[in-house]
């Protein structure tokens, strides 16, 4: 496999929530290490290396999309540590449109007093659509409607692909719902 033209990340793999319960885990392992300062028991020295592993595997890990324009391939991956890459190629020869997706995503967080900490943002993504829209792949995603646009323009002349109005078909059962 040749070197993908287009790398695109989606940032951190795990929400906020678990950002901080990472954070929290590398404070404990560390606070483990030194509570048993001279090293006499084999069990704190475990468990904080677990709680230091488990943070760096949570704060550590990222997610993406590569894509080499050349063979028409995609990866879509998850970065351990920012080196170890696992994910799989596959063809994207069958998707001739790409569209934008626009989405409210929304997080919610609760405190032990029940206080609730919510997080709100709209996300624009393009996706990567087959001829009748029932398969798509996510291919970039932005928080700005002008950035998003500007790639879609970049990313349809370079893959060939034209831009299109996501448009699924209805299935029976949801049309006799209606």
């Avoid at 943070?55 to 550590?60: E, P, T």
């Avoid at 950035?147 to 370079?158: F, L, P, V």
Wanted: hydrophobic share 45%; net charge positive.
């Amino acid at each position: 496999m040749s070197k993908p033209n287009l790398s695109n990340k989606f940032g951190k793999a795990f929400g906020s929530a678990m950002q901080v319960g990472g954070i929290m885990f590398l404070f404990f392992g560390i606070l483990t290490i030194f509570s048993d300062a001279d090293g006499s028991k084999i069990f704190p020295i475990i468990i904080s290396i677990i709680l230091i592993l488990l943070a760096v595997l949570i704060l550590f890990t990222t997610e993406g999309v590569l894509i080499d324009i050349e063979n028409k391939m995609i990866m879509k991956y998850t970065k351990f540590l920012y080196i170890f890459t696992l994910g799989k190629w596959n063809s994207i020869s069958d998707f001739h449109f790409v569209s934008l997706l626009a989405f409210n995503y929304n997080s919610s967080t609760f405190s032990r007093s029940n206080r609730e900490l919510r997080r709100s943002e709209k996300r624009y993504e393009i996706y990567l659509l087959n001829d009748d829209h029932t398969k798509k792949i996510l291919i970039n995603s932005f928080l700005n409607n002008q950035d998003a646009n500007d790639y879609i323009k970049m990313i349809s002349g370079k893959l060939n692909v034209e831009f299109v109005k996501f448009n699924p078909p209805i299935s029976k059962r949801t049309t006799r719902r209606r």
